[in-house]
């Protein structure tokens, strides 16, 4: 449904699996499956925390904090995905494009943002125990969130506002199954340089948080290989396993992307799309 002359598209187009569009149905089962393992795997993680005492630590509520954002990436992209993949409704409204894309890309600095401080964690806990936890007390901690929050919310604000300042017309149909900032903006037949420039910027802040995590991780790396013992090493460096994996699940899928898009020649659509999912639908 694409507007052939110059009025103003009034509806967004969002996109399942091309070519699989017979599927649709049954590939709606295994991705309402990985919904109900995040949202139940991040509740349970959320509540185990709330109710157990001893877990009271800055450690563990970082950990909360991780799964609050992995919460709200769900419930931001869920209702557009079984949409289409359950009903074959495709439709979304400028409004409701731009204010699902304000929280997917607000969640998704939020877990970059959260990433890195646990990274921080890790390092001073390695690097200097002794003072672990008079450094991070819980009271600093607790003001961690809203500060992380505060960031995220500021960086992605401007993003719906400087989407509706565009004009849309002709082209109508987006490359994913949810609504993202650089996807929409390339709909526009109005000049989106302003948009590209604070889209980079943006981009630039998350990759400034995994160059500290790599940072904290070579700190982390060559303060466990001055210490003497093997089974020492072993044991430090266990601690920082799962959240290794972590950065490796919520960054490979981004660069991938990112790579994708600025050096193959001829990327392919299915692809895209389905590191795209990957990336909202597989919870670090």
């Not at 964690?121 to 009271?139: E, G, K, M, V, W």
């Not at 960031?151 to 002709?170: A, D, G, H, N, T």
């Not at 929409?184 to 037949?189: R, V």
Request: glycine share 2%; with cysteine.
């Amino acid at each position: 449904m694409a507007v052939l002359n110059n009025s103003e598209v009034q509806l967004f187009l969002l996109i399942g699996i091309p070519g699989l569009e017979h599927a649709h149905e049954w590939i709606s089962i295994p991705i309402c499956l990985l919904y109900l393992v995040a949202i139940m795997g991040n509740s349970t993680i959320l509540f185990i925390i709330k109710t157990e005492p001893s877990l009271h630590e800055p450690m563990y509520y970082f950990l909360a904090m991780l799964a609050i954002s992995d919460l709200g990436l769900s419930f931001s992209s869920l209702p557009t995905m079984l949409r289409i993949f359950l009903f074959n409704a495709m439709e979304i409204s400028p409004n409701a494009c731009f204010a699902q894309e304000f929280f997917i890309h607000g969640f998704t600095v939020m877990e970059s943002s959260v990433l890195l401080v646990m990274s921080l964690d890790r390092f001073l806990a390695i690097h200097n125990p002794l003072r672990y936890n008079s450094l991070l007390t819980s009271n600093r901690v607790a003001k961690m969130g809203p500060i992380l929050a505060t960031r995220s919310l500021l960086l992605v604000l401007p993003f719906p506002f400087m989407l509706r300042r565009l004009k849309y017309c002709q082209k109508n149909v987006l490359s994913h199954s949810y609504c993202l900032h650089q996807d929409t903006m390339k709909l526009a037949c109005s000049d989106n340089k302003i948009n590209v420039i604070y889209g980079f910027f943006v981009a630039l802040c998350t990759m400034l948080d995994l160059a500290f995590i790599v940072l904290s991780y070579t700190l982390i790396l060559k303060t466990v290989l001055s210490i003497a013992s093997l089974a020492e090493r072993h044991k430090t460096l266990n601690t920082c396993v799962s959240h290794f994996c972590a950065v490796l699940i919520f960054y490979v899928p981004i660069i991938t992307l990112a790579a994708m898009h600025c050096f193959a020649k001829h990327k392919s659509p299915l692809a895209i799309i389905l590191i795209a999912d990957i990336f909202l639908l597989l919870p670090p």
